[in-house]
């Protein structure tokens, strides 16, 4: 016959008790409204493409980032916020006619683009760049409009 011991009863308890975390906080991105979701991985991926540029083409390290955002699943989005961030992803693809011809550029995002911002392309970059930011408010709007 089966022995029930206090070892056993206090490990059923221990597993019972004890809840199962997801790995990297999967399940808990995956309970964030969609708006939250995508809020949160544009941090994450805009964190990286602002420091790959320190070993990468600015160009490569715009394509990336621009098909992270791409990537994701926008499908319980509101139809503003999905589609404002589509403006956003273009208006990022849309620098690439400009920083492709600065392929040795390195540094911080931001100084790099500064560097371009105060040489021979300034005027078509920094329309280009305004748009990236005109883009983002339509996202911030959407985002506002939606909670």
Same mark, same amino acid.
């Given at each position: ?17 004890c809840p199962s975390s997801p790995p990297d906080g999967a399940d808990a991105q995956? *309970?964030? +409204? ?32 621009? *098909? ?9 989005? +509101? ?20 920083? *492709?011809?600065? +392929? ?6 931001? *100084? ?26 339509e996202v911030e709007a959407a985002t506002k409009a939606d909670s």
């Open positions: 016959m089966f022995r029930f011991t206090p070892f056993i009863f206090l490990l059923a308890v221990f597993v019972t008790a995956a *309970d964030l +409204p969609c708006t939250a979701r995508i809020l949160e991985r544009d941090a994450e991926l805009g964190k990286i493409r602002n420091h790959a540029t320190e070993q990468t083409a600015l160009s490569k390290v715009i394509t990336d980032y621009a *098909d992270g955002l791409a990537a994701l699943d926008f499908s319980e989005c +509101p139809e503003a916020f999905t589609r404002g961030f589509a403006a956003h992803i273009a208006a990022w693809r849309a620098t690439t006619s400009v920083t *492709d011809r600065y +392929p040795e550029l390195r540094g911080e995002m931001h *100084d790099v683009f500064a560097i371009i911002e105060h040489g021979k392309d300034s005027t078509e970059f920094k329309a280009l760049v305004t748009d990236v930011w005109a883009t983002w408010a």
